[in-house]
Every structure is written in structure tokens, then in C-alpha cells.
């Protein structure tokens, strides 16, 4: 990251698509306790996962990490990431020691120019975790706009 050069627009474009490798993750109990901890919350009952963890179960389960999705969309340093948004959607309780298998995908990728003129691109990541028995369990829909230094 850095110097790069400005990716052409079908460059971005060709994202829409793009599957990661996908695979497991269980949380397990320290884990848990420690996200927890970090919110300042009481630990919930029952093995409940705060949904903080929604944060990067996603992003790990599916076999890929917060710098390869910023290579992906080539983004020029790490401030050049502006979060739209992080949409959380829960169809069962997340639970500890629970294998869950998780997909993700880019759902969307385009060139896109705000109401000043400059130049960023949107691009939707879509991760979804299913339960041993293949129940949807979350789906996590995260968009983040690229900013370009388009001179």
C-alpha cells in the first residue's frame, strides 16, 4: 500500500463475485470472556457469543483477513478505507464451542464519485454463517468505500 497506482475502474469492477476460501470457527469460552471483557458487558448466559465477535468470525471463518480485503480493492494506505457500513443480521443465537461454517463473497464493486467530484470505490463484502446442521445462523454485509487520490 502506498504509492500504488490508481486501479482502473475494471480493475474494481471484476471484484463482483470473488468467493473466499471459506471455512470454520468455533468461539470458545476465553475468547468469548475476553470480547466480552473488552465491551465493558457481563457475560452472557447460556454460552451466548456477544455480538461483537461478528467482527472477525466472518472475516477469519471464511479464510481471509482485514489486509487482504484492502489488497483487494488496492487500497492505497490504510487510511484510505471509509467504513459505509456493517450490517448485522442474526437468525440464531451465536454460541460457543459451536463449529460454524462460514462463506463470504464480494457482492458488489463499482466506481463511484461523491457530491464533491472525488473518486472512491464501493465495495460489499458478504459473509454467512451456517450451523453443523447448515441453518443459517448470521449473515454479515460490510461495505467500505476506497478513497482515491485521483489527480
Not at 17 to 29: D, K
Not at 33 to 59: N, R, S
Not at 97 to 109: H, K, L, M, P, Q
Request: proline share 5%.
Amino acid at each position: 500500500m502506498g504509492s500504488n497506482p490508481i486501479p482502473a475502474e475494471s480493475e474494481i469492477t471484476s471484484l463482483a463475485g470473488h468467493r473466499f476460501p471459506g471455512g470454520f470457527y468455533s468461539v470458545a469460552h476465553w475468547e468469548n470472556f475476553l470480547l466480552t471483557e473488552c465491551t465493558g458487558a457481563a457475560l452472557l448466559p447460556d454460552g451466548l457469543v456477544h455480538p461483537v465477535a461478528l467482527f472477525h468470525i466472518p472475516i477469519a471463518g471464511a479464510g481471509t483477513s482485514i489486509a487482504d480485503m484492502f489488497a483487494l480493492g488496492q487500497a492505497e494506505s490504510d487510511l484510505s478505507i471509509v467504513i459505509e457500513s456493517y450490517d448485522w443480521e442474526t437468525y440464531l443465537s451465536i454460541r460457543e464451542e459451536t463449529r460454524y461454517a462460514v462463506s463470504g463473497s464480494i457482492t458488489s464493486a463499482k466506481r463511484c464519485r461523491n457530491d464533491q467530484g472525488n473518486v472512491y470505490d464501493r465495495i460489499q463484502f458478504c459473509f454467512e454463517l451456517r450451523t453443523p446442521d447448515d441453518s443459517l445462523a448470521a449473515r454479515v454485509t460490510i461495505t467500505w468505500h476506497y478513497t482515491r487520490n485521483m489527480l
